[in-house]
């Protein structure tokens, strides 16, 4: 009987002394994630007038993007898009002066990181001040695709030029290793296609004006 009661005293104990579950159990940190942010400057689709000499042919120009929220440090890509060079700068501000050849075409963009995240602002395209070049090719064509839901695509592209003179493109969509001239010489600037789903396609756009010169855009798509 004795054994009994203190048995019975001990399982009182246990669940007296036990914890529970009153709803005030420690929250767990919220993931911390990368906000939308934009480019400032230099301008899309313009010549970047605003820039320090720095030689003969050279400015430095100041690159300036908005803060994305959460981000511990920004990479900065800048493509000279006449030899299709890139120069990538890492920084943990939003803005960076980066010496340039003057007259020449750029495209450039800036990615946000977070530890292991990331997140890529759209590409913008400028030529740099001090050109004395008369006849300007296209910059590069902005291309995004669309899927149906029936199997194709909706692609579009859309052009600039300085000079106001683009006059066509040709389009090419396929797999890679295999890209297949679908439009030439179109003033369309879009075209639906069939697509295998899972398949990843590349589209390239080649904007040419009427003075011979001509820009190449690409991306890729798997829907």
Known sequence: MRIAIKLILMGLLVVSC????????????????LGAFNLLFPDNNLICTEGEDNGVDGVNIEFQWAASSNATSYELEITN???????????????LAVGLPKGTQFSWTVTAILGAKTL??????????????????PFPA??????????????????????NDLVNYDVYIGTSGNLVLILENTTDENTNYNITAGQQYIVQ?????SSD?????ETYFTF
Do not use: C, H, M
């Open 18 to 33: 036990g914890g529970s579950d009153d709803g005030n159990s420690p929250t767990p940190p919220e993931e911390k994630e």
């Open 142 to 163: 902005e291309i995004s695709v669309s899927d149906n839901g029936d199997g194709t695509v909706t692609v579009f592209w859309i052009g600039e030029d300085l000079d």
């Open 81 to 95: 898009q006449e030899n299709n060079t890139t120069d990538t700068r890492t920084v943990n501000s939003t803005s």
């Open 205 to 209: 756009v080649v904007s040419k004006d």
């Open 120 to 137: 890529a602002s759209d590409s913008w395209n400028f030529y740099s001040e001090g050109t004395s070049t008369e006849n300007f090719a």
């Open 213 to 217: 010169n001509t820009s190449t855009s």
